[in-house]
């Protein structure tokens, strides 16, 4: 637009006329330029009123006429010198002055049309520019865009480089750490060929060891069949063992009577500590005792008459034996019930003749009596046997039968809540007791914990009525049952150790009520089981064991498949005499039964 102005501005001068201005050389003049020199060859005329250089002519503008411009020379030098009366050269020089302004208008008109047309020149210029302009425009928005595009290139690539350099210290640190990996690799190496020789020398160690091994293999493999070899042995040996265990018992019992029932004889000392005079025990023989009584003469002329009753047991001890030395007599048959034999116990005589002492003995260890040795020496031998493959679980129970009515002496529950027992017989001929405690034992202690709790019952019952316990049975039963899985043999019996009612006979007038019951149940109980030996020494076909409730538990104790031992305790003073009799001739009669010959109960 500045340069349509500048255009402008020639015309804009040529209009300011009489304006002196030299003239410019034309053949330097641009198109342009050349208008304004034609301006002001206009203003030079004017004003001066001087003669029209022919340069003028010359620097006509392109489509002046050169003729017409050439015509104002004569007039200006004439008007000059025209004298005032020369109206007609006044004239002329008027129509030549008009002739010139004509002239001049009509170059100004060309001047104007050629300045139209570039005008329109111009402007389609511009608008072409303007064109241009609004392409460029557009052209560096798209640049712009590419710009922006560019600048997320270049955060790109700023990313892209940091990760790059990082990646390098990365890499830096991974080629250090190589390094370092190196050097182990190259230490390990070294250290593995070490190894490798240390292998290969320990290799040919093995290899020897092992030729070593199984020369010691096959020994012991020989050595093992030796041990079974002689495990073998040892087995028979025992069940030789036993063989003759029980042989030398049966001749031990023969040596008086054929069978399988002994009865020991032990007489318990003087309270008072002397000597008795009607019980004689000679000093060379330890199997016989003799009660003497004198009879007064009623005359009193001839001497005082003795009347000797002699008896001879399987063993008679005197008032000095000690427990240890009753037990040593009776631990072959403790023995015999770890071989599978049911053994039975009992301790027979009148009230405080010894026959608890003989039994279970007082606390401590000398005064202990049969039932807690007894136990020790079977717990004892089934350890022994545990070597050759023999597995023990010992069962005990203890009951008391007072007026045929049993009662459970390891009972610990409420007393209001007592059971009451029944005897039961199995089908396999086992007995067994209902709601009766069968506690498992694996000790002595525990045996004897057994004991005191058995002697707390009985108390308990005895401050109801007195002196019970000498008027009630109790049988205490260590049920043996032992496995021995490798031999395929199990053996299964009962020890049982009883501590009988008094055998005091009452005269019928002394006994009433209860107290006549309490005998009564008492006599019949301790005669049946007299009965019940004699019948079985008889092989009678029915032996009466439920004539009482003693024999009835026991029946599977007594007879063919067993071993009894009975104690006839003697109260050595001499107003015990009668009763003394009386326990000597019942013993005397058990003794010389026969009940045939003892089976173990091996399978
Ligand atoms: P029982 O049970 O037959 O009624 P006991 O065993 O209670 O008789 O004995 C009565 C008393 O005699 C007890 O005080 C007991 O200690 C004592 N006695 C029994 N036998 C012996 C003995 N061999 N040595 C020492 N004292 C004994
Ligand atoms: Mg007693």
Redesign the pocket.
């Known amino acids: 637009m500045r340069r349509e102005q500048d255009m402008h501005k020639p015309q804009a001068a040529a209009t300011v006329i009489g304006h002196r201005q030299a003239p410019v050389a034309a053949s330097r003049v641009p198109h342009s330029e050349s208008i304004r020199t034609a301006g002001a060859a206009t203003v030079a005329v004017g004003p001066s009123r001087g003669v029209l250089k022919r340069s003028t002519a010359s620097a006509a503008p392109r489509g002046v006429n050169p003729k017409q411009a050439a015509v104002p020379k004569t007039v200006g030098v004439g008007a000059s010198r025209r004298k005032p009366w020369d109206l007609k050269g006044k004239v002329n020089d008027m129509e030549d002055k008009i002739r010139n302004f004509q002239t001049k208008a009509r170059s100004v008109n060309e001047e104007m049309e050629a300045l139209k047309g570039s005008l329109s020149h111009s402007q389609s210029r511009v608008s072409q520019m303007e064109k241009e302009v609004e392409q460029q425009r557009s052209q560096i928005s798209k640049y712009e865009i590419e710009l922006q595009a560019l600048s997320h290139v270049r955060q790109e690539l700023e990313k892209v480089s940091s990760d790059k350099s990082f990646l390098q210290k990365e890499l830096s640190n991974l080629e250090e750490k190589y390094k370092v990996m190196e050097t182990l690799r190259d230490s390990q190496e070294t250290e593995l060929q070490a190894l490798k020789m240390k292998l290969s020398v320990q290799e040919s160690t093995m290899t020897r060891l092992q030729s070593t091994l199984r020369d010691r293999e096959e020994e012991v493999h020989s050595l093992k069949e030796m041990v079974a070899e002689q495990k073998e042995e040892l087995h028979t040996g025992e069940m030789e063992r036993r063989r003759l265990h029980n042989t030398i018992q049966e001749l031990k019992a023969s040596q008086r009577s054929p069978g399988n029932i002994r009865v020991f004889c032990r007489v318990r000392p003087l309270v008072s500590g002397g000597l008795s005079k009607h019980i004689q025990l000679p000093a060379s023989d330890d199997k016989s005792i003799v009660l003497a009584k004198t009879e007064e003469s009623h005359t009193g002329k001839v001497a005082d008459t003795q009347k000797n009753y002699n008896f001879s047991f399987d063993r008679v001890f005197g008032p000095q034996a000690s427990q240890q030395e009753i037990f040593e007599e009776i631990s072959l048959l403790v023995q015999s019930a770890l071989d599978g034999y049911n053994v039975c116990v009992f301790a027979y005589g009148q009230?405080g003749s010894g026959?608890?002492y003989t039994m279970e003995g007082e606390e401590y260890d000398d005064t202990r009596g049969v039932i807690p040795r007894a136990v020790q020496q079977v717990f004892k031998a089934g350890q022994k046997l545990a070597a050759q493959g023999w597995e023990f679980t010992f069962t005990a129970s203890f009951v008391e039968i007072y007026n045929e009515t049993l009662r459970d002496l390891l009972y610990t529950g409420k007393a209001s809540k007592r059971p009451e027992h029944e005897i039961r017989k199995m089908a396999s001929n086992e007995v067994t007791v209902t709601n009766l405690t069968y506690e498992k034992v694996y000790t002595e202690d525990q045996v004897q914990g057994l004991i005191a709790v058995a002697k707390r019952n009985r108390s308990t019952a005895q401050t109801s009525q007195n002196d019970r316990?000498?008027r009630s049975h109790s049988v205490f039963q260590l049920h043996i049952e032992g496995v021995n899985a490798g031999r395929d043999v199990t053996c299964k019996s009962t020890l049982c150790l009883v501590?009988l009612a008094g055998s005091e006979r009452m005269m019928k007038s002394q006994s009433q009520g209860d107290r006549f019951k309490e005998m009564t149940a008492i006599n019949s109980s301790l005669s049946n089981l007299g009965i019940v030996i004699t019948s079985l020494a008889n092989k009678e076909s029915h032996i009466p064991y439920r004539n009482s409730k003693l024999t009835y538990l026991l029946q599977g104790c007594l007879g063919g498949n067993s071993k009894t031992l009975m104690f006839v305790n003697i109260s050595p003073e001499s107003d015990s005499f009668g009763e003394t009799l009386n326990s000597l001739r019942f013993a005397s009669k058990v003794n010389d039964c026969v009940i045939g010959t003892a089976s173990s109960n091996k399978k």
Request: no cysteine; aromatic share 0%; proline share 0%.
């Open positions: 009230t026959k608890t316990s000498s501590d």
